[in-house]
Nanobody
Framework: QVQLVESGGGSVQAGGSLRLSCAAS????????IGWFRQAPGKEREGVAI????????LYAGSVKGRFTISKDSAKITLNLQMNSLKLEDTAMYFC???????????????WGQGTQVTVSS
């Protein structure tokens, strides 16, 4: 069974940094990809960044490329998202998800965590 538990959210001023983590169960290695998605109030859920469970492939949304870095600690089966130069529009609930398709489309991911809130203020 896939279990995903996010942590690390919080409040930060614009321009600041946050690091999100997602603790995953071993089962994710039976899947191909794991990543971060977000949903702001009144908006659809969107893909932020994904990484292959083998760690060799990454994909970023254009809005975060160059500011966010996704990584995976194989020993601890932990997924991380380092977020730098945060903007007001990065405010959202951030979710960890796992699936078998190399895509940022949330609908392709069957397994989800509960989410962690990120709030960026001016």
């Amino acid at each position: 069974q896939v279990q995903l538990v996010e942590s690390g959210g919080g409040s930060v001023q614009a321009g600041g940094s946050l690091r999100l983590s997602c603790a995953a169960s071993d089962y994710i290695y039976s899947l191909g990809y794991i990543g971060w998605f977000r949903q702001a109030p009144g908006k659809e859920r969107e893909g932020v960044a994904i990484i292959s469970t083998g760690g060799s492939s990454t994909l970023y949304a254009g809005s975060v490329k160059g500011r966010f870095t996704i990584s995976k600690d194989s020993a601890k089966i932990t997924l991380n998202l380092q977020m730098n130069s945060l903007k007001l529009e990065d405010t959202a609930m951030y979710f960890c998800a796992a699936g078998n398709v190399f895509t940022l489309r949330p609908g392709e991911y069957p397994y989800w965590g509960q989410g962690t809130q990120v709030t960026v203020s001016s």
